[in-house]
């Protein structure tokens, strides 16, 4: 279903959120107080303008209110980002979420209502050093301080066999939810479907069995 979102902050953040979102097919405002920065998403948004995110009147005149979504990436200037969040909430946006730029500008976010807050160069930084730390790691997704989503590939010693010959979940307590296979992906695959080598796995788990079963199960 096609949402309505608008992204306030055109840097690297908010302009390749932008770009995926439309890229995706969904109705993006692009917003900026930078004109150069807007007239870089023209081709990349369904409707770009200048605006102040801490200028009430001005979000207001733009329906800011009635979108689905409203992420604020606005960068160094954490007042702005601040003030712009609060103004949103007050005026209801369902969905606010906010680039955080420190555990600071987190904790006042969170107290004035911010409904995700997101660190997306600390958590790129944890993602490509689990890649480093091991070459069967394609990508790793955070879902909470205990659990996370690895993309694993198959080494040798799976391949061939099938998932309950394999009794992933018995023996290391994680599941896998996908193969990747070239270009196709088997989702929620069933007890008899075979692992070829360098298929990408994609499966959750704690990460205490996720490392055990990287470790000791490929
Ligand atoms: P990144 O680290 O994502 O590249 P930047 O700090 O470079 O972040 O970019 C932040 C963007 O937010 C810039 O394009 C800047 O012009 C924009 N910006 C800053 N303050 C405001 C504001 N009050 N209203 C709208 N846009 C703003």
Known sequence: MRK???VIGLGRFGSSVCKE???LGHDVLAIDNNEE???NMTQFSTHSVIA???D???LHSLGIRN???VIVAIGDNIQSSILCTLILKEMGVKNVWVKAQNYYHHRVLEKIGADRIVHPEQDMGIRIAQHLVSEKI???IELSDEYSIVELIAS???AGKSLAQLDIRAKYGCTILAIKRNKDINISPFPQDLIDKNDILIVIGHKNDLKRFEEEGL
Do not use: M, P, S
């Open 67 to 69: 979108f689905d979504f």
């Open 56 to 58: 009430e009147n001005a």
């Open 138 to 140: 394609i990508d790793y």
């Open 37 to 39: 920065k807007v007239n």
């Open 4 to 6: 309505q979102f608008a």
């Open 52 to 54: 102040n995110g801490t």
């Open 21 to 23: 979102l439309y890229k």
């Open 156 to 158: 040798e010693k799976v």
